[in-house]
């Protein structure tokens, strides 16, 4: 094995001494390469939603894609408005004129619903009249008050439009579900195409164009802000919530947090260059280096279609930290050689020599540690492992070829300006040194106190094991945003008046036309409405369930000289039949959200509070048994929205987790085996590895930090830092101990040589 390390350490000095010999050829390839694949960086799509956790293949999307086709979105932006007063005239003429200034003003909108334009039903000599609440303009503070009394004994306006105390009123915007790019169809041949049964609908291959993009929708946010900005004012307060502000305003985040951390990242590594290496071309080489190699993968998602997501955002960070250390652990061997001969190509030759091997082997164990997040479930975290793993590659490829070519090009340093430089290195020579001697007791006392060592560390690990043992998980993007920013205090607005805006949506497909207007149907509707609206689960309570049922237990009761007790469902077939054509004739459409044309398909929508999906799942569970035991022998049913996405995010993060740690430690200790070709020395290799990931999971549950989609990948990054540091000490110490055959003297010449470097990575 030893004969394999050193034949291809050799070839590594060879490719360095051609790449000195032909460094323009190099650089000009190189240089054609990174523009090949940067070109595509203007093709990156951002996706922020709740949905793009999932796989565009994943059942889950495919189910809740087929929802919105068939009813449209069931994500709105809630305008929550708390006036002195609701009921009074001139509220009532400033909510008009809001209303109708985001019907005339917002893009790719399909509807505004408020109390001014809301359906009302009332009978009048046997007749259904259907209208607008507020078609009749209240002049007199009496029809002020007939229209409060209207409004709060109304079932389906409470919780929705106005709270249960009357203090409250809110706004419903409400997007189109389609994009108009790229379509051919108009939109009312969509909206046909929307009511086609399950069997008959189906995504084509344009389909992503089919559904309103990321781009339309913040288009459509922006425009309701800038309404309400201009309606907003003391007597007229406006908080707007939803999921569409969500995605809206974490694109925003993302944009505008992605630079400063790369930014903040790139200020502290060049602080930390100039430290070490005291040179420009120190700073500058390793910089061009990473960036390049970043901007390359970066290029990648843009080749390939892969839409940048809230995690993906980390992968500049990761291949920043990961890609520097490669640069930086040649360097060190460079100019360490530059020093002591004083030749330029000799130093490369000696440097990739010495490290390529070691850089390729880090670079194999990083990737495969990405590489496990593949098998997850979640998009995101699966898209991050698969290209993170190619970004460190390009990383390695970057470091190994442009690197040595840029060194060549440097323009040579003359005899006396070397002597002047070793002469300033020595003057320099306390400072320089503080590092090394700090490293140097370092060693020293590992090596000569190693079980006071083991016992200090297997008591932390102890410690850590049982912090990590009260680890939560959490899926909230809500939080991911500040605590001060406005969509995180219209979202607990909303929660405490509106009892939430997060959905769960049923959706009951019968055998035949007409099976919804079954009595026997409508009225286990009804029941479900019942069983639904005060569910509760760790004080997380349904606050609202509607459906078709109280369309038709609406229009019964008005047909009834608006009697309560004819509040029901009708026992006849044929008069549920007759009162949805009457309400159909209306002039309404409002049963296009509620059933589908051939009335084979009903939808039911739950509305809860928003809270993080870890605590959804006692809900949903409940209420699933329920649909099992009163649906379950229909044609078919699926339970979608908002809420069920957002348990399947957390859950398959959970199982998703466990797997992939499982995995990259299998195939990092494989590798480290094979490196230093010694079963048991590769074993015991991988403990420093876990180490500082076992610390850090334990720190985080017992501060209660949560384990979330981005945190978990946290341990990624520790992980492939742990590992470089691992794979270079572990390879300078085997050459060093075969030179000398002498543990303390090997430990030094490692912690003296690429010890720095593995501090100033590890600082990174």
Known sequence: MKKIIQNIESKFEQMGRWINVHPKRVILVMLLFFAILASNLVSIEVDTSTEAFFSEND????????????????????????????????????????????????????????????????????????EELMADWPDEDAEVMDLKDRVLRNKFYRNFLVSEDGQYTTVVVRSNAFSDLGIDLDQEGILEEGFLDEEETSFSDNEKSQLLTDEQNSEFVEAIKSVADRHRNTDFPIELGGSPVMVHDLNKAMFKDMPVFVLASLGVIAILLLLLFRRLSGLLLPILTVILSMLTALGLLG???????????????????????????????????LREHGD?????????????????ITSLTTAGGLLSFVPVKVAPVSDLGLYGAAGIMLCVFFTLVLLPALLSVLPKVKSAVVEEKLHFQERSQTRISFVDRALKSCGNFAVNHPWKVIVVSTLIALISLFGATQLRFSHNPVAWLPDNHSLRNATDAINDHMKGSASIELVVERDEEDAV????????????????????????????SSSVVDVVKEINQVLNEDREEYYRVPMDRRMIAQELLLFENGGTDDLENLVNTPYSKARVTLKTTWVDANQYSGLVSKIERKIEDMFGKEKSYVVTGLIPIMVKTITFLMEGML???????????????????????????????????????????????????MSILVGSIAIGVAVDDTVHFMHNFRRYQYIHQDIHLAVEKTLTSTGRAMLLTTIV
């Open 59 to 130: 059942q889950t999307r495919i189910t809740y894609n087929k929802f919105r086709e068939q009813f449209g979105r069931d994500e709105i932006v809630l305008a929550l408005i708390h006036p002195k007063n609701v009921f009074d005239i001139e509220f009532l003429k400033k909510l008009k004129s809001f209303h109708e200034d985001l019907e005339a003003e917002v893009p790719h909108l399909d509807e505004v619903q408020s109390l001014i334009n809301v359906t009302a039903m009332r009978g009048e000599g046997g007749d259904l009249i259907i």
């Open 303 to 337: 080749l390939t279609g892969t839409k940048l997501t809230i995690v993906m955002q980390i992968l500049p960070s990761i291949l920043i930290t990961v890609g520097i250390g490669y640069s930086v652990h040649l360097l060190v061997i460079y100019y360490r050689h």
């Open 344 to 360: 330029e190509g000799d130093a490369i030759a000696f440097a990739m020599g010495h490290s390529g091997l070691a850089i390729l």
């Open 517 to 544: 207007k079954d009595p026997e149907f409508m009225k286990r509707l009804d029941e479900f409405n019942r069983f639904s609206e005060g569910t509760s689960h760790n004080k997380i309570v349904v606050g609202k």
């Open 659 to 709: 797997i992939s740690y499982l995995i990259a430690a299998v195939v990092i200790t494989l590798m480290m085996i094979i490196l230093l070709a010694d079963f048991r020395l590769g074993l015991w290799s991988m403990i420093p590895n876990f180490f500082p990931v076992l610390v850090g999971l334990g720190v985080m549950g017992m501060l209660d930090l949560p384990l979330d989609a």
